[in-house]
């Protein structure tokens, strides 16, 4: 998104887009006073990428609710704004977590991500692909108990 409004933008707008990426995906809050400063003067010289700023931002607020109802209606409504928006990836993400609204909700539910375990999964697959040549299995699962281990 960031690069698409950049290709588009004009010689004095692009200085102000580029280096911006931290600034546009970091939490506001924990943007410095001069980081927030870019952040603002970059969302007031291109509409896009205030606007795509703005979806998730709003999107982040979805899984603050306490009810899945809630959250559900909520959803429903930032999906019809990033239709609304014309930015074709928030219209192709939108799309998608329609199809899937109740699972994307389901955190607000049940309070459980599976970050770890994709961590983990994640672990597994480094070490296996590291043990290529390894033709002894009771080593490969000995390196494999070992790396769970030093994970947790």
Not at 2 to 27: C, M, N, P, T, Y
Not at 88 to 95: G, M, N
Not at 118 to 131: D, K, P, T, V, W
Request: glycine share 8%; proline share 1%.
């Amino acid at each position: 998104m960031r690069r698409e409004q950049w290709r588009d933008a004009s010689e004095q707008d692009r200085s102000v887009i580029k280096g911006s990426r931290f600034l546009l995906l970091a939490h506001a809050e924990n943007l410095s006073d001069t980081g927030g400063q870019r952040l603002q003067e970059l969302l007031r010289a291109n509409e896009g990428l205030s606007m795509a700023y703005q979806l998730k931002e709003q999107f982040k607020g979805i899984f603050q609710y306490q009810k899945q109802g809630w959250a559900l209606r909520a959803l429903d409504q930032w999906c019809a704004m990033a239709q609304a928006s014309e930015l074709s990836p928030f219209q192709r993400l939108a799309k998608g977590l329609m199809k899937q609204r109740e699972r994307v909700c389901g955190f607000v539910k049940h309070r459980l991500t599976s970050g770890k375990i994709e961590g983990f999964n994640n672990l597994l697959s480094r070490i296996i692909h590291r043990a290529r040549c390894i033709k002894d299995l009771d080593y490969l699962e000995l390196k494999l108990r070992h790396g769970s281990v030093m994970r947790s």
